[in-house]
């Protein structure tokens, strides 16, 4: 056999390698993450639920999904361990305060009025409105309106 032959073998197989690799990393991870878990942390669920840990067991946690409420889930189920500041900002609408007073207006039209209003200004003062009527059809409606003494759209019908 030639390496011509055995090189998408060899591809093949270092492809899986790295893949295996950065999978086992990311279990790994997730594993020592679950592990740090105290009762009182704040968590949430592969299913987005956000609650804080009672009890940990060696393969289940118990966590109070409400006051009062409590749940038995498996390890695994946790999805990440929240900080305590995190937790509250997102379970009880606790505000950080931020060092920046940056004003967010509500819709696009506050950041476009001032562009809006200097392009109107130039539009018109360059150059002046065009008169697009032709003057012999003007001329020629107020000739025929005096000569029956109608106007458009007036008839002798009562």
Same mark, same amino acid.
């Given at each position: 056999? =030639?390496?011509?032959? !055995?090189?998408?073998?060899?591809?093949?197989?270092?492809?899986?390698?790295?893949?295996?690799?950065?999978?086992?990393?990311?279990?790994?991870?997730?594993?020592?993450?679950? @592990? /740090?878990?105290?009762?009182?942390?704040?968590? #949430?669920?592969?299913?987005?639920?956000?609650?804080?840990? %009672?009890?940990?067991? &060696?393969? *289940?946690?118990?966590?109070?999904?409400?006051?009062?409420?409590?749940?038995?889930? +498996? %390890? @695994?189920?946790?999805?990440?361990?929240?900080?305590?500041?995190?937790? @509250? #900002?997102?379970?009880?609408?606790?505000?950080? /305060? =931020?060092?920046?007073?940056?004003?967010?207006? &509500?819709?696009?039209?506050?950041? *476009?009025?001032? *562009?809006?209003?200097?392009?109107?200004? *130039?539009?018109? &003062?360059?150059?002046? %409105?065009?008169? !697009?009527?032709? %003057?012999?059809?003007?001329?020629?409606?107020?000739? /025929?309106?005096?000569?029956?003494?109608?106007?458009?759209?007036?008839?002798? +019908?009562?």
């Amino acid at each position: 056999m =030639s390496i011509v032959t !055995l090189l998408p073998f060899i591809v093949l197989i270092g492809a899986m390698f790295l893949m295996t690799r950065s999978a086992k990393k990311k279990q790994q991870a997730a594993a020592q993450m679950r @592990n /740090e878990m105290q009762p009182g942390t704040g968590v #949430r669920t592969i299913g987005g639920m956000y609650a804080t840990v %009672k009890e940990i067991g &060696d393969e *289940t946690v118990l966590l109070e999904v409400a006051p009062g409420v409590h749940a038995v889930y +498996a %390890k @695994n189920s946790i999805g990440a361990v929240l900080e305590d500041s995190e937790y @509250n #900002r997102i379970v009880h609408g606790d505000d950080e /305060e =931020s060092d920046t007073d940056t004003v967010v207006p &509500d819709d696009a039209s506050s950041l *476009t009025e001032a *562009t809006e209003a200097e392009a109107t200004e *130039t539009v018109e &003062d360059a150059a002046p %409105k065009a008169d !697009l009527t032709k %003057k012999s059809d003007a001329a020629e409606a107020a000739t /025929e309106g005096q000569k029956d003494g109608k106007t458009d759209g007036e008839t002798d +019908a009562k």
